[in-house]
């Protein structure tokens, strides 16, 4: 049982000091997703991101400019948004050290390899999707199909900011309330990057007062 979400607050405790640090990076702990997207030969790339958000139907993504995903959706706007569950958190550092761009870009060069075959490189299947190119990624239990609308560079030219139409999800039936369209969040469960380190959600806390899925 989670905590109704009328309770009463718990006392709150303010915090009495904070340090000003200079974080090399500032991945706070957001969903992994890996992102099919098509190169110029009509196979398929695929790269781990953690910048990825939702609201409605759009999905916006941040991807280095100098990623062959980025030189992808510049060309060919279709894209697979694949989530990966905990379980897939080895497949997913596999593909972590690979780029599709060849030659690898010089400040990679030093950690990163080009590998044309990411799917086979990571171990996973690629199966068709129903409504663009590029393919799904079958071992993730959700996946949406997309269109990008716009890609643009960031205001310091580091990345683009892709902003994709959701044309199609599929889910595994495991994850879906049965008889709804409802992903069960009891039993969805994303891989979450923080701080470059992996992790799975911990126990629910509690639900907003929109959930349609309240148990
Ligand atoms: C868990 C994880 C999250 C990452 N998040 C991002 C991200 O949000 N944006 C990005 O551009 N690169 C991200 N990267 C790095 C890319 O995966 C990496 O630059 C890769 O070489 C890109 O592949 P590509 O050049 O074939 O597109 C992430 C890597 C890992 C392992």
Redesign the pocket.
């Known amino acids: 049982m989670t905590e109704a979400p009328t309770a009463a607050p718990a006392a709150l405790e303010p915090r009495a000091t904070h340090l000003t640090i200079e974080p090399s990076i500032l991945y706070f702990g957001t969903p992994?997703v890996l992102l099919s997207t098509e190169n110029a030969d009509g196979t398929a790339?695929l790269?781990?991101?953690?910048?990825a958000w939702a609201l409605g139907r759009t999905v916006v993504l941040?991807?280095?400019a100098a990623?062959?995903?980025a030189t992808n959706l510049a060309q060919r706007p279709d894209l697979v948004v694949n989530l990966p569950d905990p379980a897939l958190w080895q497949a997913?550092?596999r593909l972590?050290p690979?780029?599709?761009?060849d030659p690898v870009p010089a400040h990679?060069a030093d950690r990163?390899r080009y590998e044309p075959a990411k799917f086979a490189a990571a171990g996973l299947t690629p199966a068709p999707a129903d409504l663009v190119g590029p393919p799904r990624v079958a071992e993730c239990p959700l996946q949406l199909e997309a269109r990008a609308t716009r890609v643009r560079p960031a205001a310091d030219g580091s990345?683009v900011v892709v902003e994709a139409d959701v044309l199609r999800v599929h889910a595994a039936p495991d994850i879906v309330v049965p008889g709804t369209d409802h992903v069960d969040p009891a039993r969805w469960q994303p891989l979450i990057?923080n701080f470059r380190h992996y992790f799975g959600l911990g126990a629910e806390l509690g639900h907003t007062f929109r959930s349609e899925t309240p148990r």
């Open positions: 992994v790339n790269a781990p991101l953690s910048s941040g991807l280095g990623g062959q995903s997913v550092e972590a690979l780029t599709g761009r990679k990163f990345f990057y």
